[in-house]
């Protein structure tokens, strides 16, 4: 077992460049990351959470978008933006 210091909800959220910890209470609730309940009474109203190094990788390494696994492209005819459409419409007038 690593015995290495969890990390704190704030830490976390600023080592995934966010500003507050709300993204990482959200993550750790959907089941997202994984952290431990740290509090004195584990089944109270007010968690205290910790988060380990791995569960951070792990995390990231989930959510991390692989270059071969970019989405397939359709084959759909591009629609012209607004602009095109509009500069279309008024040439087709004259």
Not at 21 to 49: F, H
């Amino acid at each position: 077992m690593d015995r290495t210091p969890l990390l704190t909800p704030a830490e976390v959220a600023g080592l995934l460049g966010k500003r507050r910890p709300d993204y990482v209470y959200e993550r750790i609730a959907a089941g997202d990351l994984a952290a431990v309940n740290l509090a004195d009474d584990p089944s109270g109203d007010k968690p205290t959470w910790g988060i380990s190094h791995e569960a951070l990788d792990e995390f990231i390494a989930r959510r991390t978008r692989q270059t071969s696994s970019a989405p397939a492209v359709r084959n759909q005819e591009k629609k012209p933006s607004g602009y095109a459409r509009a500069r279309k419409a008024a040439v087709s007038l004259e």
